[in-house]
T-cell receptor, first 110, second 112 residues
């Protein structure tokens, strides 16, 4: 079945440094979504990417969808302590299965 | 604002008990989902429903059943709770389009 992997599993950065998490699917995706879960909270939808090679920005966050629609990345520029949390990608394949990656837990040191 | 509520934040049950987890959404969403979240495993889909009285198995349906008698309510049932079902359970709902999910606060279930 479809598998979605994320790397790294954990990332510790100094405040102000950049951060990137990568999401890789074993199958081609119809779309990919990104979620953020704060410690003790629940996942909150950030964005959806649909088109091959698509790039979307939300303030300091940049999301990319690969040309082959099998991978995606989330890049945060100049991290802040409010960026702390676990970032999940979730891929939907053409069979409409929706699979979450295991998440990347980001710690930001002040 | 979309609101997804779950009946309990914390629940402690004994092995063999029947457990009901309730989820209610107030945005008339067609799709509803039940996930469990375990450290290092992320979110795993247990069951989902795309319409009233419709249900589909997710990746890990064993030991669980669901009920969707009304559009706004999706219930997860553990027929006979076991210790390996100790987990955080998250309910989510989404419209048919765009299918972005809104999550409830979660229920942390401990089975002793």
């Amino acid at each position: 079945g479809q598998q979605v992997m994320q790397i790294p599993q954990y990332q510790h950065v100094q405040e102000g440094e950049d951060f990137t998490t990568y999401c890789n699917s074993s199958t081609t995706l119809s779309n990919i979504q990104w979620y953020k879960q704060r410690p003790g909270g629940h996942p909150v939808f950030l964005i959806q990417l649909v088109k091959s090679g698509e790039v979307k920005k939300q303030k300091r966050l940049t999301f990319q969808f690969g040309e082959a629609k099998k991978n995606s990345s989330l890049h945060i520029t100049a991290t802040q302590t409010t960026d702390v949390g676990t970032y999940f990608c979730a891929g939907r394949d053409y069979g409409q299965n929706f699979v979450f990656g295991p998440g990347t837990r980001l710690s930001v040191l002040p | 604002d979309v609101k997804v509520t779950q009946s309990s934040r914390y629940l402690v049950k004994r092995t063999g008990e029947k457990v009901f987890l309730e989820c209610v959404q107030d945005m008339d969403h067609e799709n509803m989902f039940w996930y469990r979240q375990d450290p290092g495993l992320g979110l795993r889909l247990i069951y989902f429903s795309y319409d009233v009285k419709m249900k589909e198995k997710g990746d890990i349906p064993e030991g669980y059943s669901v009920s969707r008698e009304k559009k706004e309510r999706f219930s997860l049932i553990l027929e006979s709770a076991s210790t390996n079902q100790t987990s955080m359970y998250l309910c989510a709902s989404s419209p048919r389009s765009p299918p972005d999910s809104y999550f409830g606060p979660g229920t942390r279930l401990t089975v002793l």
